[in-house]
Nanobody
């Protein structure tokens, strides 16, 4: 089995910072793209940022310049550093990994359980 476990969410004031972590564990051969998505109440889940195994990154426009995604391939871990947080960043943040469990198998999407981020004064 494969598990993605997120940590680092919480309550923060506007302008503050949080760092999310997500570690993938279990039967893993390799991980392609890893990313963070978020879902606010009453809204659809949206992509926040992704990072390829080689380090290429992609961000939704609303977080560019404020959020930074990074990963440590040897630890199967991805991070999201969130600075200058705004109330509109409030959402449940989900980790995603496009990974291969065994040689010869195709990639499959896995998701974490989600971690709540609340930005409020």
């Amino acid at each position: 089995q494969v598990q993605l476990v997120e940590s680092g969410g919480g309550l923060v004031q506007p302008g503050g910072s949080l760092r999310l972590s997500c570690a993938a564990s279990g039967s893993i051969f390799s991980i392609n793209t890893m990313g963070w998505y978020r879902q606010a109440p009453g809204k659809e889940r949206e992509l926040v940022a992704t990072i390829t195994r080689g380090g290429s990154t992609n961000y939704v426009d609303s977080v560019k310049g404020r959020f930074t995604i990074a990963r440590v391939n040897a630890k199967n871990t991805v991070y999201l550093q969130m600075n200058s947080l705004k109330p509109e960043d409030t959402a449940v943040y989900y980790c995603n990994a496009d990974l291969i469990r065994s040689y010869g198998l195709g990639p499959v999407d896995y998701w974490g359980q989600g971690t709540q981020v609340t930005v409020a004064s």
